[in-house]
């Protein structure tokens, strides 16, 4: 039984700040298990890097709509790589394809449900779509529209005890409410990654080194 659980928010390439966090948190391999909220690639300077780590390091991970992406890309025959990362993926498809496919769309424990986006109101994950799953930040009563300013965010909808934690809603940054925490604090952005650990629910936070990519 390891001593700490630590779930770590979208960290889109920025492999330095990662290193960084878990030398903050004194990670341990023997003791602390690791949960990844998605969204590990892209937009920032390390993708691949950052996938290979998170692989060679066996670290668990729930999905992100990047990875999403890139799953429903590579099933497609006529995939023609764009981007650097991309053609490195390419070179092992069969292995990134196996891997990106055991991905959960959620991790349940006893004192939380990980997921990278959010919920459904009303439904639990593992009757809810991948796509809303890894996509919802704002709820339109359908379903429909994931992102419309107008709309109330997911979490508003959301009365049970059961903490969910969640990423990609950087512009959003840190929240903390009892029962839901957001931890997408922008790092690829210029901001900071951040780490929810387990048993304490302390926050711990590394700032980025630059700013990677603008915000829309
Ligand atoms: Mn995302």
Redesign the pocket.
């Known amino acids: 039984m390891k001593k700490r659980t630590i779930i770590i928010g ?1 960290i889109h390439g920025c492999l330095d700040e990662l290193h960084l966090l878990l030398e903050k948190i004194q990670y341990k391999k023997e003791q602390d298990r690791i949960i990844l909220l ?2 590990v690639i892209r937009k920032g300077p390390h993708s691949y890097a950052t996938l290979q780590f998170v692989k060679k390091s066996e670290f668990e991970m729930v999905i ?3 990875e999403y992406w890139l799953l429903n890309r590579l099933k497609q025959d006529d995939f023609k790589p764009f981007s650097n990362f991309e053609y490195k993926i390419m070179q092992n498809k069969t292995d990134w394809l196996t891997w990106l496919y055991q991905l959960p769309t959620y991790i349940e424990t006893h004192d939380f449900i990980a997921v ?2 959010g919920l459904q109101p009303g439904l639990h994950p593992k009757d809810t779509e991948t796509r809303i799953l ?2 919802i930040r704002t709820w339109d009563g359908q379903g429909v529209n994931l992102h419309r300013a107008s709309d109330p965010a997911w979490f508003d909808f959301y009365e049970e005890n059961k903490l969910i934690v969640f ?2 809603w950087a512009a959003r940054g840190l929240i903390e409410r009892p029962n839901v925490i957001g931890l ?1 604090s922008g790092c690829v952005y210029g901001y900071a990654l951040s780490a929810l650990i387990f048993p304490s629910r302390e926050i711990a936070q590394v700032l980025a080194k630059k700013q990677y990519a603008r915000i829309r």
Do not use: E, I, V
């Open positions: 979208d998605g969204d992100g709509n990047h990278h986006a890894t996509n990423g990609h997408d």
